[in-house]
């Protein structure tokens, strides 16, 4: 069985988290899936996808991570060749990757109790965003 | 076909890296999957899961890049708002992302010759972690 | 349906990123995958797979966080032991991990207009690499 959803969220951008735990759980159920793997999948090339305690002292630590790695005010080729101002944005989603892959038994995905699903947006201002899910097993 | 299988392992915390390329395989080989994919994951928000030529030299150097991306002594607002202690922690395992698909071909999972699939447990002190393997296909 | 095909690339080393969307898409299409998941893995400890916009400016940009994070000239635990050379090339391709799944509906990987899949080969010279495609669904 393959069930494929796209939802959409609306962020504020500059590396804004979003919970989709409980929807991710909610697609799961809708989708009669029982047993097999979840898959959440951003397209676009400044969106992440992975797994932290959603909690506001994280959100500033690994906001503050993301900072250090590839600070927003600084040169980088993309934006010199292109004008977006984007460049932080990029080279951060490519690091953490657009993908997400959560085992399912007895139709929930398997998380740590505090383990959620985030959805990043890097991209350097608030936007609308497409979400990927996808069921796949019995 | 889908079959899922929850390990548990001891860590020392801290980084440690543990090797399971052979319980996946024999994982692997038990649910009788020919071709398909195996994921592993990690429940918890505070464990990792990827892959490296797993040898001394290489824990040792992996170790200190995660030190000098999340210093453990270093102000975190996990931290503080939490009297937790593995704020650090906590990035790491974000940063890394919990979850790896590796597919198989011949009921074995395709891997380089050097290359070992190592769960790391980033949390601050010795723990039992569970792992989850999952195979999908036939 | 699950379907499995090897293929080689060569590539500069030292972080080479090469664009496998194109075949990936035409893997996807051949294989007869309507709706399902499209795995790209490189078996090899010194391999990554990640997706960007693929341009000239990001290439600059990511080699120089990838430099930054794990440089080249310093002294690794693995150079060592070893006398490989290859130490960063190591601990950059464990960081970013060596597998992707990408969603695939209607008979084509869901991805952003200006997202591409890469693999990136961090090795420290020329070489030739496999990369594995596997197609999971319907």
Do not use: C
């Not at 029982?34 to 969106?47: D, N, Q, R, W, Y």
């Not at 997400?100 to 609308?128: E, K, M």
């Amino acid at each position: 069985m393959v069930k494929t959803e796209t939802i959409s969220i609306e962020t504020r951008g500059n590396g804004h988290m979003v919970d989709v735990t409980g929807r991710v759980a909610e697609f799961v159920k809708n989708a009669g899936l029982a047993e097999g793997v979840v898959i959440v999948f951003t397209p676009g090339a400044t969106g992440a996808v992975t797994t932290i305690e959603f909690e506001s002292g994280l959100e500033q630590d690994f906001a503050r991570l993301m900072e250090e790695l590839a600070p927003q005010q600084r040169e980088y080729a993309h934006n010199a060749r292109w004008g977006d101002g984007n460049g932080h944005s990029h080279i951060r989603a490519s690091l953490l990757g657009p993908s997400l892959a959560v085992p399912v038994l007895d139709g929930r995905p398997i998380l740590g109790t505090w383990q959620q699903i985030i959805v990043l947006d890097f991209d350097a201002h608030p936007r609308s965003r497409k979400v990927v899910f996808q069921a796949i097993g019995e």
